[in-house]
C-alpha cells in the first residue's frame, strides 16, 4: 500500500531562514507528487507538483521541490520564509492506476516568526 | 469561476443523529473526490465518483456512511447512526480528469460528535 511520511510535525522558523519540509513515500509503480499548503482559515491549495520530466519543480510563492526516484523523497524548499508562509504544509501522492486518489502525508506546521 | 463549495461548514451533533454533508463541485468536472481528517492525524482518502458512478470507496470507514452524487453534479455524504470517532474535518475536491491530477479542495465541514 502506498503511505507518505513528513519528517517534521512542527518547525518554527524566522523571517528569510530557509525552509526544507522532507517527505518520502512508499509505492513501486509511478508516482506523481505534491505539495498543498493551507493557511489560517483558507482552503487547501496546491504548491506544486510533479509528473515526470525535470525532478526540480517550482511552485508558487518561490517554494521548489526535488523528486530524488532513489531516494523515494520529494522535499520542499525555500530559500527565504517569510510570516506569510506560516501555513500547515502536506505532501501527497498519486497514481494514475488508483484512480487519482491522494495520499497525504500527516502535515507539517509551519510557523515564521516576524 | 466558482470554487468547489461544501455545506454546512460546521456540524454539531450527538451521538446517534444523522447529518448529511453536501459537496458541490467545480462545473464540468467529472471527478469527485471526498477526504477525512480526523484531529492529529492525516488526512484519509474516503470515496472517489465519476461521474454519478462510485469509481473507488475503498476509504469508507463502514456501512454508516453513504455517499451519493445523483445526476454527477453535487454529492452528498450522509453518516447515520454518528458515532464520536466520526468527528473531524470532511473535505471534497474535484478535478476535471485523472489525467491532469489536479484536485481542488472545498473548504472543508467540520464535524463534531458529541
Known amino acids: 500500500a502506498q503511505s507518505v511520511s513528513q519528517h517534521n510535525h512542527h518547525v518554527i522558523l524566522s523571517e528569510a531562514a530557509s525552509l526544507e519540509l522532507g517527505c518520502n513515500y512508499s509505492y513501486g509503480g509511478t508516482v506523481n507528487l505534491f505539495w498543498y499548503v493551507q493557511y489560517p482559515g483558507q482552503h487547501l491549495q496546491l504548491l506544486l507538483k510533479?509528473?515526470?520530466?525535470?525532478?526540480l519543480v517550482k511552485g508558487i510563492k518561490g517554494f521548489e521541490a526535488e523528486f530524488i526516484k532513489s531516494k523515494f523523497s520529494f522535499n520542499l524548499r525555500k530559500p527565504s520564509v517569510q510570516w506569510s508562509d506560516t501555513a500547515e504544509y502536506f505532501c501527497?501522492?498519486?497514481?494514475?492506476?488508483?484512480?487519482?486518489?491522494?495520499?497525504f502525508g500527516q502535515g507539517t506546521e509551519l510557523s515564521v516568526k516576524p | 469561476e466558482a470554487g468547489v463549495t461544501q455545506f454546512p461548514s460546521h456540524s454539531v451533533i450527538e451521538k446517534g443523529q444523522t447529518v448529511t454533508l453536501r459537496c458541490d463541485p467545480i462545473s464540468g468536472h467529472d471527478n469527485l473526490y471526498w477526504y477525512r481528517r480526523v484531529m492529529g492525524k492525516e488526512i484519509k482518502f474516503l470515496l472517489h465518483f465519476v461521474k454519478e458512478s462510485k469509481q473507488d470507496e475503498s476509504g469508507m470507514p463502514n456501512n454508516r456512511f453513504l455517499a451519493e452524487r445523483t445526476g454527477g453534479t453535487y454529492s452528498t455524504l450522509k453518516v447515520q447512526p454518528a458515532e464520536l470517532e466520526d468527528s473531524g474535518v470532511y473535505f471534497c475536491?474535484?478535478?476535471?480528469?485523472?489525467?491532469?491530477?489536479?484536485?481542488?479542495f472545498g473548504p472543508g465541514t467540520r464535524l463534531t460528535v458529541t
Open positions: 501527497a501522492v498519486s497514481s494514475y492506476n488508483q484512480g487519482g486518489k491522494l495520499i
Open positions: 510533479y509528473f515526470s520530466g525535470d525532478p
Open positions: 475536491a474535484s478535478s476535471q480528469n485523472i489525467g491532469t491530477y489536479e484536485q481542488y
